[in-house]
């Protein structure tokens, strides 16, 4: 008896193997489908068949019987795809069996078709192509007593019937049990593991999608008004996830105003993204309508607050240049402290017209700072991704290293600030992960030029 329950114990292994590599393969389609084909059912019935037909073939010969697992496929296939595939994986391996003959043939055979039909009908009270292995293996109890009636009730001699069950029985229960529980456990784990992969597919599709539009928001052409010759300007934003909080915008607010504006949204990722998306938009809309920058932050803030329920907040750095005559109106909503590089090389930092960031309360008070640029300087804005920018030993790259950084590229060349500054930074990093989102937004002031050559 125990080598023979081994051996039915490693049939129902060897097919638990088969039925995972079976799962893993285009077959796992057909099995999760709501609704089959005739051409799918058929090739269920046949996958399902094979099933069977491994445990048939190596079935040890036993008091007149048979010990094999011959009902594994009709039991599977009736759970999975219903009634139809289990009945005609029982008939298929009805045949067979019918041609093995011996004196429990008839009983035999009748139960490998009615097990596939009756685990059909039991999916389709059930509804539903998910099982738990113990109840697949009470259910395996069930057919097993259904199918020792059987042979009790056909075979004449009771008292031979009875030798067989003795027999047979036991084992068959024991084996189809691992095999049908463990098919629906690898079955199981498959599933929740293609739809984790699915699901995260789709997540990573959905970002890339956010991220375009999100780039998509912000100016990338570069210049942007080639007409216009009294400013140039030129900008980066590198995101630390697919998306983020970090932008910059500029616009022309009337034909010698231009807007230039640069904030950081309070987390990361897609929140992030869509408050950054209604502050650009409120921003530009009041400035298009107030025309002083104060104004534009206060409304900004205040339209910000309301209805914010998860507390977000954004820094920003906004103001206003007059392009015939230099001057820069400005306001800022706790944001870095921008730069104002000289074109004789020196640098100052523009700590003036300083307010809390926007979002956190209402009716702030926003001040305007006023500079006047000449011709030939610059303005250089950051986010802090730029100046808490980390190494593998997490030091922060610095104002200092930042001002470094600027001075290494003359005031008149916006791209080269630019590119100069991203390159300290990433010899600085090193190759460590990337913290937070970095944006820099560098102008040049070029002077008021006559009519004549800015046509």
């Known amino acids: 008896m125990i080598q023979l329950l081994a051996s039915v114990l490693n049939t129902a292994c060897v097919m638990a193997v088969i039925a995972y590599v079976l799962v893993r393969t285009r077959f796992y389609s057909l099995i999760t489908e709501k609704s089959h084909s005739i051409h799918h059912q058929i090739l269920l019935i046949l996958l399902f068949a094979a099933f069977t037909m491994y445990g048939v073939l190596i079935a040890i010969p036993i008091a007149g019987g048979f010990v094999a697992l011959g009902h594994i496929g009709q039991i599977i296939g009736g759970l999975m795809a219903g009634p139809l595939v289990g009945t005609c994986v029982g008939l298929l391996i009805a045949l067979h069996r019918w041609s093995l003959g011996g004196f429990s043939v008839v009983p035999a055979t009748l139960s490998v078709i009615l097990v596939g039909l009756f685990a059909g009908v039991y999916a389709l009270w059930r509804k539903t192509s998910r099982y738990n292995p113990l109840e697949v293996a009470a259910l395996v109890i069930v057919l097993e007593l259904f199918s020792s009636g059987l042979t009790l009730l056909l075979i004449p001699d009771l008292h031979q019937a009875l030798e067989l069950e003795k027999g047979i029985r036991l084992p068959m229960t024991i084996g189809h049990m691992i095999a049908g529980a463990v098919f629906i456990l690898i079955f199981n784990n498959i599933v929740e593991a293609r739809q984790t992969v699915e699901a995260k597919e789709k997540i990573e599709s959905e970002l890339r999608i956010a991220s375009s539009i999100q780039m998509s928001m912000v100016p990338k052409t570069f210049p942007p008004f080639p007409d216009v010759p009294e400013f140039d300007v030129f900008a980066l934003l590198k995101p630390a996830k697919e998306v983020g909080g970090d932008f910059y915008d500029?616009?022309?607010?009337?034909?010698?105003?231009?807007?230039?504006?640069?904030?950081?949204?309070?987390?990361?990722?897609?929140?992030?993204?869509?408050?950054?998306?209604?502050?650009?938009?409120?921003?530009?809309?009041?400035?298009?309508?107030?025309?002083?920058?104060?104004?534009?932050?206060?409304?900004?803030?205040?339209?910000?607050?309301?209805?914010?329920?998860?507390?977000?907040?954004?820094?920003?750095?906004?103001?206003?240049?007059?392009?015939?005559?230099?001057?820069?109106?400005?306001?800022?909503?706790?944001?870095?402290?921008?730069?104002?590089?000289?074109?004789?090389?020196?640098?100052?930092?523009?700590?003036?017209?300083?307010?809390?960031?926007?979002?956190?309360?209402?009716?702030?008070?926003?001040?305007?700072?006023?500079?006047?640029?000449?011709?030939?300087?610059?303005?250089?804005?950051?986010?802090?991704?730029?100046?808490?920018?980390?190494?593998?030993?997490?030091?922060?790259?610095?104002e200092e290293r930042l001002e470094t950084a600027i001075r290494k590229s003359p005031p008149s060349s916006t791209r080269t600030i630019v590119k100069n500054m991203m390159d300290e930074i990433d010899g600085f990093v090193a190759g460590a992960p990337q913290s937070d989102d970095i944006t820099l937004l560098v102008f040049t002031y070029n002077g008021s030029k006559p009519a004549c050559q800015s046509a």
Do not use: W
């Not at 807007?259 to 921003?283: E, H, N, Q, W, Y």
């Open 250 to 398: 500029f616009f022309f607010t009337d034909n010698d105003h231009i807007c230039f504006a640069i904030g950081d949204v309070s987390g990361k990722g897609v929140p992030a993204a869509l408050f950054m998306a209604v502050t650009r938009t409120l921003l530009k809309s009041h400035v298009t309508s107030s025309k002083t920058i104060d104004q534009s932050m206060f409304k900004t803030n205040n339209d910000l607050c309301e209805g914010n329920d998860a507390c977000m907040f954004t820094t920003l750095f906004s103001g206003i240049l007059d392009i015939r005559t230099g001057e820069f109106s400005f306001s800022n909503g706790g944001h870095n402290f921008p730069y104002l590089y000289r074109k004789d090389g020196t640098i100052e930092m523009i700590t003036s017209a300083n307010s809390v960031a926007l979002g956190c309360m209402e009716d702030i008070p926003y001040q305007t700072g006023m500079i006047v640029l000449s011709e030939g300087d610059a303005l250089v804005m950051y986010t802090d991704g730029v100046s808490e920018a980390m190494n593998k030993n997490l030091e922060f790259f610095t």
